[in-house]
């Protein structure tokens, strides 16, 4: 029973380095950057909720308010930063994109202090009796919203045509200028929803670690280990790496006594390392071949 | 009455200036096949019809001017570009490429030009769940044909379609640009090494030297012609 519970519970971990993950593989695919600010504008993201609520909004209406207000981040971002630097040296772009994980961290700092902030849940706290299994509707919870957002991507992306021409315009940008899409925008609207994604995943996640400027530290690592373990410009890949390391995570945590809590971050570390090593390209990565 | 004309065309890549001061016209329904060395401009002059390169010089399509238009703003004007390397999305299926072409067309167009296009090439029926990236060379030059042609393009420009294509796939594209060409009257510029098959579908022909035109006549005019036919079309 404590196995399965383990198991349900890294899903539910899993969800979340799944929805991060995801935002970390939208915005490489489109524009082959890894947006190293991702964890922090979730963060920011997550604050945003806290300032909503304080200022007197209910959670909910104040979760979808910054989930909007983080998807204009995005866009801004890409439009304000990542598209002049298109053809700058891709090591001015993680420079500058590192120097943005810095600024917006001491941001979050000068604005609501280092101090621990609690986030309420958006689940009730209750536990569900299934069987033997004891689960609580906060893991349930995270799953199915996840699962829902990820339903809605795949009918955004497989059955409406702005969702294929996003494709397009990430596949071969050119080409898609040629049939008549307007590249830039595509580009917009997919780092607007990888902001989108990634403040999910940083508001499901504070009310478990308590929101503070450093709360997307774990995760972020965490994400990365999913992407690169999914193969980092593949959709699936990032929610299957996602899965599979909150799975590992939990499990490595519970049963191996000596690594326990404050070892596990070696997990991911380890998982990207090993991933790197032997399958470079992920499990669904696309190896890059040229035709020539 | 010309669809396309062009009046002191020049463009380049950076500081190197390629096309030295273009001028030509197609007219409606007109095949013009460009024909030209390596480095003569040929891709250039392409490109710089359909936007994709800083162009300086007049062009009027239709009778509108388009030289200051964007690249996707002259594809919404009825110019369908297929690339050299034929530029499939090869992530993307067959089916999909397909329907891409169709993105400045409301859905039914949409339908009703795949239904069309799709019975000159057969084997892309075939093959519409494939990703496009597994097709072979000629499959893929179908490919890109039909994606432009789902734009319902009023002028197609096609870039060396035979490149990299054995002689008998060249043959049958070919032949089924002169099927469509008979049945929509479409305007086509066409840049091709294989001249010979190029003229033989061709109203006229133009020779590019250095960015220059210096031969302009009709197709069979061209095929007479002593010094093209040594250096064109590989007669002694």
Redesign the interface.
């Known amino acids: 029973m404590l196995f399965a519970n383990q198991v349900i519970d890294g899903l539910a971990d899993g969800a979340i380095y799944a929805s991060l993950a995801l935002a970390l593989a939208f915005s490489y695919r489109s524009t082959g950057i890894v947006n190293f600010a991702q964890g922090e504008m979730a963060m920011l993201s997550a604050y945003a909720v806290w300032q909503l609520m304080t200022w007197g909004l209910p959670l909910v209406p104040a979760t979808l308010i910054s989930i909007a207000i983080s998807f204009a981040a995005g866009a801004a971002l890409y439009a304000g930063l990542v598209k002049p630097l298109s053809r700058a040296n891709l090591l001015t772009v993680v420079s500058v994109l590192i120097g943005l994980y810095l600024a917006l961290n001491s941001l979050a700092g000068f604005l609501w202090t280092y101090s621990i902030k609690a986030l309420p849940s958006l689940f009730p706290k209750a536990h569900l009796q299934i069987g033997p299994l004891s689960v609580s509707i906060e893991t349930v919870g995270i799953i199915a919203v996840v699962a829902c957002v990820l339903l809605l991507l795949y009918l955004l992306f497989e059955r409406t ?1 702005l969702g ?2 996003m ?2 315009a990430a ?2 940008p ?9 590249v830039p925008a595509m580009l917009l609207i997919g780092w607007g929803i990888a902001a989108a994604l990634g403040a999910l995943s940083g508001i499901l996640v504070a009310p478990r670690v308590f929101l503070n400027p450093t709360m997307m530290f774990g995760v972020i690592i965490y994400a990365f280990a999913a992407a690169t373990l999914g193969g980092f410009d593949s959709l699936i890949g990032a929610v299957v790496g996602g899965l599979l390391v909150g799975v590992v995570e939990n499990l490595v945590g519970t049963y191996i006594p000596w690594i326990g809590p404050d070892l596990k971050i070696v997990v991911a570390l380890i998982l990207i390392f090993g991933t790197l090593l032997i399958k470079p390209d992920g499990l669904f990565g ?1 190896r890059k071949v040229a ?1 020539l | 009455m010309s669809l396309l004309s062009i009046n002191g065309l020049q463009a380049g890549y950076g500081p190197r200036r390629v096309l030295q001061g273009v001028d030509l016209t197609i007219g409606d329904g007109q095949i013009l096949v460009v024909l030209g060395a390596n480095g003569a401009g040929k891709t250039t002059l392409l490109r710089a019809i ?1 936007g ?1 390169i800083p162009r300086a010089g007049t062009i009027t399509f239709d009778g509108k001017r388009i030289d200051q238009l964007s ?2 703003k002259v ?2 004007a009825g110019i ?2 297929v ?1 050299q390397g034929r ?6 299926t067959v089916d ?1 490429n397909i ?3 169709a ?2 067309r409301n859905a039914a167009d949409a339908k009703r030009n795949r239904e069309r296009w799709l019975t000159f090439f057969p084997r892309l029926r075939e093959r519409l769940a494939q990703q496009a ?1 597994s097709l072979s060379g000629g499959e893929q030059q179908m490919l890109a044909i039909t ?2 042609l ?2 319902q393009p009023r002028l197609l420009l096609l870039d060396e379609p035979s490149l990299g294509l054995a002689p008998i796939i060249t043959r049958g594209l070919v032949d089924v640009l002169a099927a469509i060409r008979k049945e929509t009257a479409m305007t086509m510029l066409i840049v091709e090494q294989n001249a010979n098959l190029a003229l033989a579908i061709a109203d006229d022909g133009m020779v590019l030297e250095s960015g220059n035109v210096v031969l302009r006549d009709t197709a069979a005019n061209l095929v007479g012609n002593d010094e093209v036919r040594r250096i064109y079309l590989g007669y002694e």
Do not use: I, Q, W
Request: no cysteine.
């Open positions: 045509k294929l021409a494709r397009g596949s071969t050119d080409s898609a200028e040629l049939v008549g899409v307007p696309r035709r | 359909s994709t690249a996707r594809v919404a369908a570009h690339p530029g499939t999305f090869a992530d993307l999909e329907r891409l072409g993105y400045l990236g994606r432009a789902m734009l």
